[in-house]
């Protein structure tokens, strides 16, 4: 696999994303990954730490100058968990679960995560911003309501189908109700 084009790629698709989604200083970003699928193979069969490592270390370049946290999930063999700063749990109220990613529970993008963040934890769950999908792994339970898709430009990492979501606030009201800013 060539990470270089991994890079590539997903720099692009984090920008559609980011676009897309109006993400602020402090918001949380959300990634689902497999590396089986980008490598070409079937989820949970074919993990690749390297890709792991190419696109958690991308995703830091990408989101960290923002001030953009980002939350990586792992597999459903850790109830899809995911690795935040210590910090990010702590302000955001998240609970800290006691589990380490390992390449068959939890996958080669959580172990990255794991080694690339400053002090690493897991927690059971975080309300994201908006989030990226690569290899169809579910992380909806992880985007804050109301969801929207994204459509990036690339719609595959390497083998992967990529998705992603950002939020909107609810809209409330009737009839009577507006929605455009007051001026």
Excluded: W
């Excluded at 991994?6 to 897309?20: F, R, S």
């Excluded at 949380?28 to 390297?50: A, N, Q, R, W, Y």
């Excluded at 800290?96 to 080694?115: C, D, E, Q, R, W």
């Amino acid at each position: 696999m060539d990470l270089e084009k991994i890079n590539t790629q997903l720099t692009t698709i984090v920008d559609d994303v980011l676009a897309a989604a109006n993400l602020e200083e402090n918001d949380l970003f959300v990634l689902g990954c497999s590396t089986s699928e980008i490598v070409g193979g079937t989820i949970g069969k074919e993990s690749s730490p390297k890709v792991g490592e190419q696109v958690i270390k991308t995703l830091i370049s990408e989101l960290k100058p923002k001030g953009i946290h980002l939350a990586v999930q792992g597999c459903e063999h850790i109830n899809r968990s995911l690795v935040v700063e210590r910090k990010v749990a702590k302000e955001k109220g998240f609970e800290i679960v006691s589990v380490v990613p390992a390449l068959h529970a939890g996958g080669a993008a959580s172990i990255a995560a794991f080694k690339q963040f400053d002090d690493p934890v897991e927690v059971e769950h975080v309300v994201a911003q908006a989030g990226l999908d690569i290899g169809d792994t579910s992380i909806g339970m992880h985007v804050k309501f109301v969801q929207v898709p994204v459509r990036p430009s690339l719609d595959q990492l390497g083998s992967a189908h990529v998705t992603a979501l950002r939020s909107r606030p609810k809209y409330v009201g009737g009839p009577r109700a507006n929605y455009d800013p007051i001026k």
